[in-house]
């Protein structure tokens, strides 16, 4: 089955700062790979996906970059505002299966 | 508004009991899942279900035993709850299988 790693498990940057965390999978079949934002008490919200035709994929201060031959992808946040404290899970998926969820980066952005 | 609903959002009950939770999504998606979150945060698929079938049942004891009367609702019931069914339950929706939105979970815990 496919293995998400996903690294940092922590996170501390200032305020205006860039954070990046990065995951590997381990199944080449995978094709889809979405980023949650989890903030506490509430439940994980997609904040960017990115499909394995796809390198790179920018929603304002987010993007995602795929490396599919190297199999990994990483999340990139720049100028971190405090808002952005929370849990991040990174995942990958590969059709008729499910969602395979990394361990979570716990991101503190402090002013 | 809401997308996806949960209820009840906390459920404190005895080890030996049985419970249910509730979840309902208004996006008219066909398919719907069950992931339980544990201490650590890992988040982890239970059951998946599309239009009403059983698509995906990972290794969960029997005590639980998810049920989709139509395709708007997944309720899960537990029979015989232990200390370690402690958690929190995440009930979500998807159109396509791949992009997920979650509930707002449910906070399980068993004394």
């Known amino acids: 089955g496919e293995n998400v790693e996903q690294h940092p498990s922590t996170l501390s940057v200032q305020e205006g700062d860039s954070a990046v965390i990065k995951c590997t999978y381990s199944d080449s079949a995978s094709n889809y790979f979405p980023w949650y934002k989890q903030e506490l008490g509430k439940g994980p919200q997609l904040i960017i996906d990115i499909r394995s035709n796809v390198g790179e994929k920018k929603d304002q201060r987010i993007a995602v970059t795929l490396n599919k031959t190297a199999k990994h992808f990483s999340l990139h946040i720049t100028e971190t505002q405090p808002e952005d404290s929370a849990v991040y899970f990174c995942a990958a998926f590969w059709s008729g299966y499910a969602l395979n969820f990394g361990k979570g980066t716990s991101l503190l952005v402090t002013p | 508004d809401t997308a996806v609903s949960q209820t009840p959002k906390y459920l404190v009950t005895q080890m030996g009991n049985d419970k249910s939770i509730k979840c309902e999504q208004n996006?008219?998606?066909?398919?719907m899942y069950w992931y339980k979150q544990d201490s650590k945060k890992f988040l982890k698929i239970m059951f998946s279900y599309n239009n009403k079938e059983l698509i995906i049942n990972e290794t969960v004891p029997n005590r639980f035993s998810p049920k989709s009367p139509d395709k708007a609702h997944l309720n899960l019931h537990i029979n015989s709850l232990e200390l370690g069914d402690s958690a929190v339950y995440f009930c979500a929706s998807s159109s396509n299988q791949e992009t997920q939105y979650f509930g707002p979970g449910t906070r399980l815990l068993v004394l």
């Open positions: 996006l008219g998606h066909d398919t």
